[in-house]
């Protein structure tokens, strides 16, 4: 049956594979059936995808996305960036008001860098407090304008714990990815100006822009 052949499919871990959607339409049985597998089969792709905290991209997806963009501008040409960004005093959070209070800061950061690349790449959990975020098809000064305005975004927004209004502030790290050279040196260079924007007063946005 169709349904078997999902199940097959998802088993040989093809998470993209799709439902005959005449099956999800129908009502009876067999089309609740098909609806249950589906939402299975989501469950099981956000897990394998997600990081379960902030349901963002996990590191092991992410790098395999960022090797795609970069796979596809080495043969069609273009640009793309890359951003590390940290929140700033992030073990002031777990220390002061508790894990709980760590937990909540990622997440709602998490909700703002992924509604803020809505349309421009993605943003992935890269680890800790640590975020990658992929700009497609744009060049340099076009990607730390969007991140001056994410930025921004970052700054104003407020995060209740406790009855307390609490603000974070970011530092970013960010380059035009090189394709001539291995992908992993541009993720170095972009932690490397994360650094120094991390030694030299935090709350900012690194580049080679700013650097010149």
Known sequence: SRIRKFLYEISQGNMKAELDGRILQRKDELGEMGRFTA???????????????????????????????????????????LV???????KKFNDTYGHDCGDLVLKEVASVLANAMI??????RWGGEEF???????????????????????????????????????TYGIVQADCEQVIEAS????????????THGRDQIVSALTQS
């Open 39 to 81: 939402h299975v089969q989501r469950s099981l792709r956000e897990m394998i995808e997600r990081d379960m905290l902030t349901k963002l991209y996990n590191r092991r997806i992410g790098e395999l996305k960022m090797r795609q963009v970069y796979e596809d501008v080495k043969v069609e040409g273009g640009n793309f960036c």
């Open 119 to 124: 349309g421009k790449g993605f943003a992935v």
């Open 187 to 198: 993720v170095k260079a972009a932690d490397d100006l994360l650094y120094y924007g991390k």
């Open 84 to 90: 590390i960004a940290d929140i700033d005093f992030f």
């Open 132 to 170: 990658l975020l992929v700009y497609e098809h744009m060049r340099l000064e076009q990607a730390v304008e969007h991140l001056y305005e994410l930025r921004q975004k970052v700054l104003a927004y407020e995060m209740e714990y406790n009855e307390e209004l609490l603000h974070v502030t970011m």
